[in-house]
T-cell receptor, first 115, second 116 residues
Framework: GQNIDQPTEMTATEGAIVQINCTYQ??????LFWYQQHAGEAPTFLSY????GLEEKGRFSSFLSRSKGYSYLLLKELQMKDSASYLC????????????????FGTGTKLQVIP | DTGVSQDPRHKITKRGQNVTFRCDPI?????LYWYRQTLGQGPEFLTY????????KSRLLSDRFSAERPKGSFSTLEIQRTEQGDSAMYLC??????????????FGEGSWLTVV
């Protein structure tokens, strides 16, 4: 099975930096995604990591350590519009289903940005 | 708009009625997924298609749920004899199986179901 853990809620100040952690346990690991989801809306893709290290994309960066089963999403220069849920999702390879790569989501971290 | 589209966006139905949701994936995406999401939770996997073949179905899905993708393009998700516990947002997503995109999943806007 798969297990994905991330904090339920976080609060940070506008202009600051926040790090959202995600730990996972899975077999056949084949990539990790971060999605942003505003209330009542669909998740939107932020980042994808399959190799160890840091991927930077503007104000957002994502880090992966496969040996530790750990990832984090780093948000810099926080803006009020960054208030949303951030979903960690793990892809795993299922060879019993024609190589199907199942993507399982965590419960999400609700980030509140305050002035 | 060339994203994933879902219809209807909102559905209110009486308990015991059947409902059907439609999903049109991004053009040329060969993989299509259905997820269900309730308040405060992450998306929960329901089923997955590669082209027209349904390759995996969640064990959490009862026999009242059925999904099809007859021509490998659009898909439908039907819920029979709805129950109040079926109230949720049903998300459709699609992806392209190539190394460049990393099989990134793109979601539609979701279909909200309320069973009264």
């Amino acid at each position: 099975g798969q297990n994905i853990d991330q904090p339920t809620e976080m609060t940070a100040t506008e202009g600051a930096i926040v790090q959202i952690n995600c730990t996972y346990q899975t077999s056949g690991f084949n990539g990790l995604f971060w999605y942003q989801q505003h209330a009542g809306e669909a998740p939107t893709f932020l980042s994808y990591n399959v190799l160890d290290g840091l991927e930077e994309k503007g104000r957002f960066s994502s880090f992966l350590s496969r040996s530790k089963g750990y990832s984090y999403l780093l948000l810099k220069e926080l803006q009020m519009k960054d208030s949303a849920s951030y979903l960690c999702a793990v892809r795993s390879l299922n060879m019993n289903s024609g190589g199907y790569q199942k993507v399982t989501f965590g419960t999400g971290t609700k980030l509140q940005v305050i002035p | 708009d060339t994203g994933v589209s879902q219809d209807p966006r909102h559905k209110i139905t009486k308990r015991g009625q059947n409902v059907t949701f439609r999903c049109d994936p991004i053009s040329e995406h060969n993989r299509l997924y259905w997820y269900r999401q309730t308040l405060g939770q992450g998306p929960e996997f329901l089923t997955y298609f590669q082209n027209e073949a349904q390759l995996e179905k969640s064990r959490l899905l009862s026999d009242r749920f059925s999904a099809e993708r007859p021509k490998g393009s659009f898909s439908t998700l039907e819920i029979q004899r709805t129950e109040q516990g079926d109230s949720a947002m049903y998300l459709c997503a699609s992806s392209l199986s190539d190394r460049v995109s990393g099989n990134t999943i793109y979601f539609g806007e979701g279909s909200w179901l309320t069973v009264v």
